[in-house]
């Protein structure tokens, strides 16, 4: 990484984090502070942000890779389109009820819904994402549950037999749901199979489901489907959806609202 002006958007300076520990096999908070022209502080917390997304393990002083299959999500692409995504949250929050229960999938756009929660409402959330679990923990009104199981290193999400038993026996208001891609032909769908079923299952625990992902899911198929295009409620996405799939989505059932 070479000496360079002050790079003050998160998003950018954790590409730069990851694209460093890709190609040297560490990074080093001082080093990264002083190339980037931030404070160690702020690298702190981007590492604590990817190593909470699964991107890295953090180590004394810094950082060190964390593997994974390859047909995992690209670094890029969970940490791009932040503008995107935090617009479909705040749309999101307008589909939050006055009272009554929420689930909340893991992933980046519930993760930034789960940000800007009301603290005047009395709230009761299950989720399996452990990082939207703690940011939850200290609005008043909220009380929060995990559904408990395998936490994978990948994505913090809890997966497997105890949370799919847990989401067996819920009967929420609203659950926001993710996904890796999703297309008219193979509904939606995500790289691991465990995740799979435990996404599925949320969508008999929920009354009203809302899917939140950006339009770079649109057009894409990824290895394990967990819901068709009509288990969902609604969709919200970005303006980035071109006319012809919003027009494709809304014909294959699927409500679909851009901002």
Known sequence: MSRAARVPFSAQRQQAIVR????????????????LGVTAETVRKDLIR??????????????VPIEHVSFEPAVSTRIAFTAE??????AAFEH?????????????????????????RPLTVFTN?????LSLLPRPNVTV????????VTTSAEVGHWANRTLRDLN?????????????????????PAEAATKHLMLAAARRRVLLAD?????????CKHADLDDLDLFITDSGLSDDTHQALVTAGLPTERV
Do not use: C, M
């Open 20 to 35: 460093t520990l890709r190609a040297t096999g560490r990074v080093d908070v001082a080093g990264v502070a002083a190339d």
């Open 50 to 63: 990817l190593e909470q997304e699964g991107l890295l393990r953090r180590v004394h002083g810094g950082a």
């Open 85 to 90: 995504k935090k617009r479909i949250a705040r």
């Open 96 to 120: 939050l009820p006055a009272e009554g229960s929420v689930l909340l999938d893991a992933g980046s756009t519930t993760a930034l819904l789960a940000d800007i929660f009301p603290t005047d």
């Open 129 to 133: 994402s452990l990082p939207i679990a």
């Open 145 to 152: 549950y995990t559904l408990g199981g395998r936490v994978r």
């Open 172 to 192: 929420v208001d609203v659950a926001f749901l993710g996904t890796n891609a999703l297309s008219v032909e193979r509904g939606l769908t995500t790289p691991d």
């Open 215 to 223: 339009h770079s899911k649109v057009g894409r198929v990824s290895l």
